[in-house]
């Protein structure tokens, strides 16, 4: 019932910025936070930063300073703003979506991921 598609993903050098961004549709409603994970070649899904709807923000430890999470509630749209990008960030950025609430089946959504690449 929620569909997410992130965007923004590339190429760019270290100490340089992207941001990407997730576009969320359907039971939009139902959604309590959401936030973005990274994977990186031959490594476990990571948690990298999530937003709940009351504003609250959490980041890995990793990025703290450098990433900042944001939404916009009137485009149904969560962003990642990455700055001082370093070579170990080097990876498929998923959006994630958490559904639930009083008589609603918990659910986490995922979208396909953009990837982004830290390179000289």
């Known amino acids: 019932q929620v569909q997410l598609v992130e965007s923004g993903g590339g190429l760019v050098q270290p100490g340089g910025s992207l941001r990407l961004s997730c576009a969320a549709s359907?039971?939009?409603?139902?959604?309590?936070?959401m936030g973005w994970s990274r994977q990186a070649p031959g490594a476990q899904r990571e948690f990298v930063a999530t937003?709940?709807?009351?504003?609250?923000?959490n980041y890995v430890d990793s990025v703290k300073g450098r990433f900042t999470i944001s939404r916009d509630s009137s485009k149904n749209t969560v962003y990642l703003q990455m700055n001082s990008l370093e070579p170990e960030d080097t990876a498929v950025y998923y959006c994630?979506?958490?559904?639930?609430?009083?008589?609603?089946?918990?659910?986490?959504?995922w979208g396909p991921g953009t990837e982004v690449t830290v390179s000289s």
């Open positions: 359907g039971s939009i409603s139902t959604i309590y936070a």
């Open positions: 937003i709940s709807n009351d504003g609250r923000s």
């Open positions: 994630r979506a958490d559904r639930g609430g009083v008589g609603i089946v918990p659910v986490t959504y």
